[in-house]
């Protein structure tokens, strides 16, 4: 029967239970750990590409999937006359968006691309409401208005612990990563419009600490809550103790503490964390 599908890459933070009843198919990435190619959820974990990336030598390298294999999913996926809407992470982060626009421009189907302005969970947010409302008839454009729609309505921030990674990774400018290195400079990224931007820098944790109460606060006055996510790098007692401090604020929401993706991980760095909400107003 013909419907709309959803397809994402494999930096949506998604949980394989969500994946499997929602059918969202993923189009992974590759990642090199001292030249050996793992590819995402398939043959390597989030868990285990934090192991790798700890004790390997060099910082590990992304790659977005190949055009070829966007342009196999999609028409595979639209053999029964179905459209597709393609939901991807950031451009500040990866071109994977355009490798999916040329797949489209390819593809015997009609796809449909979205640019998320996220990633991880922020992401995985949109693709899940993207799909319950596929599953109801949704057309494609009512689905991608609707993802936008969450878009406006979700918080990613997140806590860099070493600039390091971001440096190496050409994220951040290399005198940055210098100061950060001479003086503990610690920031917190905010992913919002698709950029990435600095909210807050300072020496050792109490300025990160201070600046993520701020956002407890500002989270106190949200009446419909959605979703809370804590991913994290490595930092499972961070993301625990941030888990306590929210879960009596919304004792009905379910927050979900995961390691992220290897994307996320490997610009973000050890002890990198993010905490990512969605609400309604």
């Given at each position: 029967m013909a419907t709309v599908k959803?397809?994402?890459?494999?930096?949506?933070?998604?949980t394989d239970q969500e994946v499997k009843e929602l059918n969202i198919t993923i189009v992974p990435l590759s990642v090199m750990i001292d030249d050996t190619i793992y590819v995402e959820r398939e043959t390597i974990t989030n868990e285990e590409f934090y192991q790798k990336m700890m004790t390997s030598k060099t910082l590990p390298k992304?790659?977005?999937?190949?055009?070829?294999t966007f342009v196999e999913t999609f028409d595979k996926l639209g053999e029964d006359g179905s459209s597709v809407v393609c939901?991807?992470?950031?451009?500040a982060i990866s071109g994977t968006v355009h490798t999916a626009e040329q797949a489209a421009n390819l593809s015997k189907t009609d796809v449909t691309v979205v640019d998320s302005g996220t990633t991880d969970r922020g992401l995985a947010y949109q693709v899940i409401e993207a799909a319950k409302l596929a599953q109801q008839g949704g057309t494609p454009e009512e689905i991608v208005k609707r993802a936008a729609d969450v878009n406006d309505h979700t918080k990613l921030y997140m806590g860099v612990m070493t600039l390091n990674n971001l440096v190496k990774g050409g994220r951040i400018k290399r005198v940055t990563g210098l100061i950060s290195t001479l003086l503990n400079i610690k920031i917190v990224l905010e992913v919002t419009h698709g950029e990435l931007n600095i909210e807050t820098k300072g020496r050792g944790m109490k300025t990160i600490d201070k600046f993520y109460n701020k956002v407890y606060d500002q989270m106190q006055t949200i009446k419909h809550m959605k979703g809370i996510c804590i991913s994290h790098v490595g930092a499972i007692e961070t993301a625990n103790k941030?888990?306590?401090?929210?879960?009596?604020?919304?004792?009905?929401?379910?927050?979900?503490?995961?390691?992220?993706?290897?994307?996320?991980?490997?610009?973000?760095?050890?002890?990198?964390?993010?905490?990512?909400?969605?609400?309604?107003?």
């Open positions: 959803i397809v994402t890459d494999s930096s949506a933070g998604l992304t790659s977005q999937p190949p055009l070829g939901f991807n992470m950031l451009e941030i888990k306590e401090k929210l879960q009596p604020m919304f004792p009905e929401v379910p927050i979900l503490v995961r390691e992220t993706v290897p994307i996320i991980a490997t610009h973000g760095g050890p002890g990198a964390f993010a905490l990512v909400y969605y609400y309604d107003d």
